[in-house]
């Protein structure tokens, strides 16, 4: 359960504001400013990449008000930046998703980070993916050639290691096409539509983080895919209620408890002969384990990672592609569970890295409380003689690793993004393979977002803090840095300043949080306080990032409203042990945290009104939200965007982790079902969700209806007609968020 940014990140207002003393007058933000129409300065350059040679770093820049993108490059040796590809050639290349039939293909493609190009491995062409149609774009000709023209899209395209193939995903098979000339191959023939070639599934790619499952071998001879099955899986209904013949789409979904995809790792060549990997998995048809990260070591040596149902077993296979033996060469287990890291660095973190110089790899575990990262090494000339051995641990600390950003070989030196210098920062460290202190490269407070050349001399930083909007600049590691791009989406507005608070818990735990205060001037008598947290697992709220307080943020305070966010116990990026605090117990410690900090709070803000108090949340927190207004009695309103109302409703994957299986935890289920609390609902409780929501179903919103009707409790209902879990779009998010602030207008303002 993840929610990307979902606010859009503060827009910019075209009007001129009204004169007051000789100055302009400071603009205000509205609804309609943040969720209208998106101003060019509010977001930075997108889909950067790159180049394999290192010498182009590659970017979408946005048009100024009305204009279209063009790609543009940034050359680190001139340190200037140029363009690429002018806006009318890359209209045709990277189409609007606009054009996409529903919302849940526009979502997808958002959530799950679809490129929309990529380099050859010559750095002298460009493939674009349009919409499902592949396009190759050459630069010395400043030309593109379409590639696939077929009725149904293609997705996932990657060329050969070699530069001479294209494979892709199509109808559930894999394809492989020459890049010069010659016709299209298929590599897979299933005709059924629950078998997938190479292609994702919604659990693989939703909770696993999984952005592929297919892998070209070093030498471009083989392809190492993953067939899933999902013949066993339950199907959900999404129902499109508009057209006058209501359309279902059979959406393939495990609940907690039910049967999972089966999977198998397979091997083709380039002339489609295929045979499955044996792992020695037993696998009784209920998808009782996960291969959600796989890939090469060398021509000849593939690996794969495997992960138990109840997710506390994780285990590293080594595979001789020649013969298809397969060894154990390491393995790593908790009492309660593993969070999953990306190894192919296509996601949040990557958590695996195979070094090419040596016989070594990089491994990021969380053994010792925190996850830091370990260095293994294997047998070179007999790699599945015996385990992979531990040579030490590089560094270590009270921080989170949360990502291996690349490896200078030649220098021996990792590096790696932490919380190191304080919890709610993410900033870039050098760390020598020997072992020894991770030391900074990005003195700058806040959040860092870096991406690193693959030869580890320049990297992209990404960074903003609290209180100081986003920049971008481009450094050459241990060198100067180049600014090329910085947010103006404050400049002119009448921006509040938020400010970090810290709690404790009950237990002494350290509690981060983060509140915005109306204007002084603006204060006539006490102030009523929104609290508005996520508190689900591996989620972390409370940044020293300028997202953490956003722009509708901004308005609740310019309506007299307080907000304030607090990470409480069970949520991420703080170490095993305040993680495991909520285990196997969803909902009880969340709100036990919420409420201490909301009394320490209400002691240190004097102004603050305790008889007017709100909460309000989307996903997990808007499941917290329906938690908090059952089972206290504090709170006069609550707005609950998409929540799950019972974990029996959600994914598996993912509650399977945090709850265990519903049949050995049954107790723990019935206590944090928010429907079997529905007669204890206090305050006015506004619950919101859309249609075709393929995450969190409408199901859940539905089944709390019903229960609070039985128990003759108020509510209010808004839904959003084929809207996803995002409930994306300018028209439904001005609605939306002018719902909202009619709801703490009228039941908490007063």
């Known amino acids: 359960m993840k929610i990307s940014n979902w606010f859009v990140a503060l827009y910019a207002l075209a009007s001129i504001a009204a004169m007051a003393q000789q100055s302009p007058a400071k603009r205000q933000y509205t609804v309609e400013v943040i969720f209208g129409s998106a101003a060019a300065d509010a977001h930075p350059p997108s889909g950067t990449q790159w180049s394999p040679d290192g010498a182009k770093l590659t970017y979408i820049q946005p048009g100024a008000a009305g204009e279209?993108?063009?790609?543009?490059?940034?050359?680190?040796?001139?340190?200037?930046?140029?363009?690429?590809?002018?806006?009318d050639k890359l209209a045709a290349l990277v189409p609007s998703t606009g054009k996409l039939k529903d919302d849940r293909q526009r979502e997808n493609r958002a959530r799950f980070g679809v490129a929309e190009y990529q380099w050859?491995?010559?750095?002298?062409?460009?493939?674009?993916?349009?919409?499902?149609?592949?396009?190759?774009?050459?630069?010395?000709?400043?030309?593109?050639?379409?590639?696939?023209?077929?009725?149904?899209?293609?997705?996932?395209?990657?060329?050969s290691p070699n530069g001479k193939f294209l494979s892709y995903v199509r109808a559930h098979n894999l394809y492989l096409r020459p890049i010069l000339a010659g016709k299209e191959i298929a590599l897979t023939h299933g005709k059924d539509e629950t078998l997938l070639n190479g292609e994702l599934d919604w659990l693989y790619s939703e909770e696993l983080d999984v952005r592929s499952n297919y892998f070209w071998s070093p030498d471009s001879s083989q392809i190492l895919y993953l067939q899933t099955n999902e013949a066993s899986v339950p199907q959900y209904?999404?129902?499109?209620?508009?057209?006058?013949?209501?359309?279902?789409?059979?959406?393939?979904?495990?609940?907690?408890?039910?049967?999972?995809?089966?999977?198998?790792?397979?091997?083709?060549?380039?002339?489609?002969?295929?045979?499955?990997?044996?792992?020695?998995?037993?696998?009784?048809?209920?998808?009782?384990?996960?291969?959600?990260?796989?890939?090469?070591?060398?021509p000849g040596l593939a690996w794969a990672m495997v992960l138990n149902r109840l997710q506390n077993q994780q285990d590293l296979y080594f595979i001789d592609t020649r013969t298809g033996k397969s060894r154990l060469?390491?393995?790593?287990?908790?009492?309660?569970?593993?969070?999953?890291?990306?190894?192919?660095?296509?996601?949040?973190?990557?958590?695996?890295?195979?070094?090419?110089?040596?016989?070594?790899?990089?491994?990021?575990?969380?053994?010792?409380g925190f996850t830091h990262v370990y260095l293994y090494s294997f047998s070179s000339g007999n790699p599945l003689a015996g385990p992979a051995k531990l040579e030490r641990q590089l560094e270590k600390g009270p921080y989170e690793v949360n990502n291996l950003l690349g490896v200078d070989e030649s220098k021996r030196i990792l590096y790696i993004e932490a919380n190191k210098s304080d919890d709610r920062a993410e900033n870039a460290f050098a760390v020598p393979l020997s072992g020894g202190e991770a030391v900074s490269l990005t003195p700058q407070p806040g959040v860092h977002t870096i991406s690193m050349t693959a030869n580890a001399k320049c990297f992209v930083d990404t960074y903003s803090s609290l209180t100081a909007q986003p920049r971008m600049q481009i450094c050459a590691v241990g060198g100067l840095c180049s600014e090329v791009w910085a947010s103006h989406a404050w400049d002119g507005y009448d921006t509040l300043t938020p400010q970090f608070v810290d709690f404790k818990a009950e237990d002494g735990e350290l509690l981060h949080g983060v509140i915005l205060l109306p204007p002084a001037a603006e204060i006539n008598g006490k102030v009523p306080l929104i609290l508005n947290p996520y508190g689900g697992p591996h989620g972390q709220s409370v940044l020293d990032s300028a997202h953490t307080m956003d722009s509708f943020d901004q308005v609740l305070a310019h309506r007299g409203f307080a907000i304030l966010k607090v990470d409480n116990r069970g949520m991420g990026n703080r170490g095993r042990t305040f993680a495991m605090a909520t285990f196997h117990h969803l909902g009880d410690v969340e709100l036990a945290d919420n409420l201490t900090a909301l009394d320490q709070a209400l002691a240190r803000f004097p102004q603050l009104d305790a008889n007017r108090i709100g909460w309000w949340g989307w996903s997990y927190g808007g499941t917290m939200t329906g938690y908090a207004l059952t089972h206290s009695t504090r709170f006069k309103t609550g707005i609950s965007v998409s929540p799950v109302t019972d974990w029996r409703n959600y994914d598996s994957t993912y509650t399977e982790r945090y709850m265990g299986l519903p049949s050995a935890n049954a107790e723990q289920y019935d206590k944090s079902s928010v429907v079997k609390s529905a007669a204890r609902l206090s305050g006015r409780l506004l619950l919101v969700h859309g249609t075709s929501d393929d995450n969190v179903h409408m199901q859940n919103s539905i089944q709390f209806i019903n229960a609070m009707i039985d128990a003759g409790r108020p509510f209010d209902l808004q839904l959003y007609p084929g809207k996803t879990h995002g409930i994306a779009g300018p028209q439904a998010r001005v609605h939306l968020f002018n719902r909202m602030l009619w709801q703490w207008e009228q039941y908490l303002a007063k």
């Open 237 to 298: 209904p999404i129902v499109d209620w508009i057209p006058d013949h209501p359309e279902t789409d059979q959406e393939r979904y495990p609940n907690a408890g039910d049967p999972n995809p089966t999977v198998k790792l397979m091997l083709t060549g380039l002339d489609g002969r295929a045979r499955e990997i044996d792992l020695g998995l037993k696998n009784e048809g209920k998808g009782d384990y996960y291969i959600p990260r796989f890939g090469w070591v060398r």
């Open 120 to 159: 050859a491995p010559d750095s002298k062409s460009l493939l674009f993916d349009a919409l499902g149609q592949l396009w190759l774009f050459d630069l010395a000709s400043n030309r593109g050639r379409q590639l696939t023209n077929a009725s149904e899209p293609s997705s996932d395209p990657k060329f």
């Open 329 to 368: 060469a390491l393995h790593e287990s908790d009492p309660n569970y593993i969070e999953l890291h990306d190894a192919m660095g296509r996601g949040e973190h990557q958590g695996l890295r195979f070094l090419d110089s040596s016989d070594e790899f990089l491994w990021l575990s969380w053994r010792d």
């Open 68 to 87: 279209q993108e063009s790609l543009y490059y940034f050359d680190p040796a001139s340190g200037k930046s140029s363009q690429l590809i002018a806006a």
